[in-house]
């Protein structure tokens, strides 16, 4: 294919969508979602290739979820611009967010060089920023929030499905060398199975929690439990199987009755997959006999974490710059690295290399945008709409399950999913909290309305 039918075939594509998006604005943000985990699709664009090849193959910083964020973005600032009812919210999560996109710009400038990744690592996140916004700018209904739901569960469903049909075949899309090892591990449309697990994890949780509405059928959630938790153990990706007990703890600890049977049996269900997928290779068996060996079970990994802290140490307050944790590591504390530097250089831990790049200063944003997602989630729920708040634990766990397993295999921030679910939780809140004021004015009469307005029903 030249690329002059390439770019033929992106200008329709890109028109047609832009058409789409313009007059139907509520598919933004399940477009947005189907086409995050096609990470594939960077193998299709012959221009702004990187320097990093996967399996062999080069491929682009574009792939189908940018071009797609980038006409959701131009569509926003139209909407945004000629119709005046809308508006979008000063919420203190995308306050922080800003104030932390802020202080990675300038971050370098205090430790007096600037890391050739953070420009980057800056872009990405001021792109992942306006994902976040655009996201809860579309989210204004239960309809649409529902319809971005089931654009999750279906995505995965398929990958998941698709995940089982490419372990038994042996057939890869692409990046083969997952086949060496003997392990097989399944990738389906992500460059890295780790990643891959982290979306099975969540599709997991989603389906546990969404038995107890009826927005998707039954019986479609439950293939996603049993495919989902089968896939999820074929990816060989232990930081995601630890993650998936930690989200099924978390809901039997907050939900009740009914609610907490359901998790119960999901659990069962998971636990009955383990000796299947123990069946289908004894290296599956093996990895799993490995996470009981404490902090060894780590490997490499520990290293790397340790040289994060001590970088993080001799940076205390402003950190080496975003982006910049291989470039120090391996110049400045290779002797801390795992052989040298000459093995992985990434510390597969979020939380660390935040600390390391980004000093105290930057922890202390990140916790900040944290807490006042934790606000988010505990005003929405205080409103008691059902099923908004089965919803609401979905976009919340989401976000926390990406939090806790980014500390096994990093990309926190760097997570465009971590970023949708914060700006659905915002948009949840939003409309309970609209929810709440309408059930207030209903309860007066017209005349004690009127009195009242300017004191307890503030519309702005």
Known sequence: MTIVLLAALLSLFGCGLFALFLLRPQYIV????????????????PFLLLEKTVGGNSVSIMDFSRIILCISFVTFIIHFLTQSRLKIHGHKILFFSALFLVYSI??????GSI???????????GAHICLCIITAYYLGSIKNIEFALKSFIYTNLIISIFGVFQYF????????????????????????PNILSRYLVILVIFSIILLNT???????????????????????????WLSLPIGIGLLLWYLRGTAKSVVIISAVIFVMMIPMASALSSLLSDRMASLSGGLDALGPRKDL????????????????GIGSFVETAVNNY???LPYGGRYVTHSHCAFVTIMAELGTIGVMLLLLILKELY?????????????????????????????????????????????VFMGMTIAIEEICKKNTVDNICSAFSESEFLDMKSKTCRYG
Not at 30 to 45: H, Q
Not at 115 to 125: H, V
Request: contains cysteine; positive net charge; proline residues 4%.
């Open 214 to 240: 009826s927005v998707i059928r039954k019986w479609i959630l439950l293939l996603s439990i049993v495919f989902g938790s089968l896939s999820l153990l074929l990816t060989f990706s232990r930081g995601a």
């Open 334 to 336: 290779s002797f801390l």
């Open 106 to 111: 300038i971050s370098p400038f205090f430790i």
């Open 30 to 45: 399940p477009a947005i979602i189907v086409a995050l985990p096609l990470e594939i699709t960077k193998m299709f664009f």
């Open 305 to 320: 974490i340790i040289t994060g802290f001590h970088i993080y140490w001799d940076h205390l307050f402003f950190g080496t």
């Open 375 to 419: 606000n988010s989630f505990v005003k929405a729920k205080a409103s008691n709409m059902e099923p908004m708040r089965s919803y609401l634990l979905c976009s919340f766990f989401a976000c926390v399950l990406i939090f806790v397993n980014a500390q096994s295999i990093g990309r926190l921030i760097e997570e465009p999913l971590l970023w």
């Open 115 to 125: 890391p050739q990744r953070a420009w980057i690592e800056t872009s990405r996140l």
């Open 169 to 192: 075949t042996g057939y890869y899309l692409w990046n083969e060398g997952l086949t060496t090892h003997g392990m097989n591990r399944i990738n389906v449309t992500f460059a890295d």
